[in-house]
């Protein structure tokens, strides 16, 4: 991404009052297609028309049954009660490999807030997740991988280190000694439904479609504000 490129979406940002910040990043340096390889969300065409049909039902009945959802104005687990509820943030580099490190960073995040202790900083393998949940770099969704640590739990990272290529199945011998499983997950889509399931019980796994503008971004709160979708034919970008 060229400089003239960073300024275009700082104008844009600028003007359409979006209050973000934007400039040279780690992903700008990169070319077209080592970006693409971090997309790594797996969504069709067809999928994301049912999803967007699901969310206006959910809308529309929550409206029509005077569904109230309750949540403060802004929550943030980094910061409750004076401690940091979510674990460190890592690089998945150039594998599609978000969907394992966005579940995985749930999963740790709300074993904390299970357990009640934000000093746990548990590191669960993403590679277990994702290879050995039948995954390659060219992608994952999340409904198999939160099958997957619901049937089979992760174990820590030391069991199977993630490494951003392909890999075999290669994890511990004791691997059954030392999962974390979830007792089950389910989809919410109605965007307050959302925000008080984390206000009340904590972080969500969520995707979401990215522009090239995104990969400039460097602050705030980012909305869209130029440029073209990134890979919606075959995925799209991921976190929490």
Known sequence: ??????????????????????????????????????????????????????????????????????????????????????????????????????????????????????????????????????????????EPALNYVRDRGIPDDACFPYKDQDQPCKTCSDRAKRIIKIQGWRKILNESQAKEWIYRHGPLVSGMAVFDDFFSYRGGVYRHARGRPEGLSRDSGCGI
């Open 1 to 142: 991404m060229s400089l003239d490129e960073i300024k275009a979406i700082r104008a844009a940002v600028s003007d359409k009052g979006l209050g973000w910040s934007a400039g040279a990043t780690s992903m700008t340096k990169l070319s077209d297609a080592d970006r693409a390889k971090y997309l790594g969300l797996l969504v069709d065409a067809e999928e994301m028309k049912a999803m967007k049909a699901a969310l206006a039902h959910e809308d529309a009945l929550a409206a029509s049954e005077g569904i109230a959802f309750s949540y403060p104005s802004s929550w943030d687990w980094r910061s409750v009660a004076g401690r940091d509820w979510t674990t460190s943030i890592k690089d998945q580099k150039g594998c599609g490999a978000c969907v394992s490190f966005a579940t995985t960073a749930v999963v740790e995040s709300n074993l904390e807030i299970f357990r009640r202790n934000p000093y746990l900083e548990p590191d669960l393998s993403e590679a277990d997740l994702f290879f050995c949940g039948g995954a390659k770099c060219t992608g994952w969704s999340f």
